[in-house]
């Protein structure tokens, strides 16, 4: 399994970016796909979750702010609509899916909000 994200990059804090991660390779029919933070110094945390039913879970802190979302024809990409950005956002972001009980990473792609 490969996960390819983009869409990372330096915003102002109010600003809004669309972080994108498409999943190639064995990807199995019943999964959930999701978003992940790292911020220096801190543990990888949770941002957003959504199964291939539509089952969608947030964070607290995004919630209202963000939005994830799947492609309808090809249901191995995931979006992640950030607005409202703030600085406290600044972290790497890793795009995951989970299936048959393991978790598979990309490489992250970096989101830095400037004030």
């Known amino acids: 399994v490969q996960l390819q994200a983009s869409g990372g990059g330096l915003v102002q804090a109010g600003g809004s970016l669309r972080l994108s991660c498409a999943a190639s390779?064995?990807?199995?029919?019943?999964?959930?796909m999701g978003w992940y933070r790292q911020a220096p110094g801190k543990q990888r945390e949770l941002v957003a979750s959504?199964?291939?039913?539509?089952?969608?879970?947030y964070a607290d802190f995004v919630k209202g702010r963000f939005t994830i979302s799947r492609d309808d024809n090809a249901k191995n990409t995931v979006y992640l609509q950030m607005n409202s950005l703030k600085l406290e956002d600044t972290a790497v972001y890793y795009c995951?899916?989970?299936?048959?009980?393991?978790?598979?990473w990309g490489k992250g792609t970096q989101v830095t909000v400037s004030s």
């Open positions: 995951n899916i989970m299936q048959r009980g393991m978790d598979f």
């Open positions: 959504i199964t291939v039913g539509g089952v969608i879970n």
């Open positions: 390779g064995s990807i199995f029919s019943n999964n959930r």
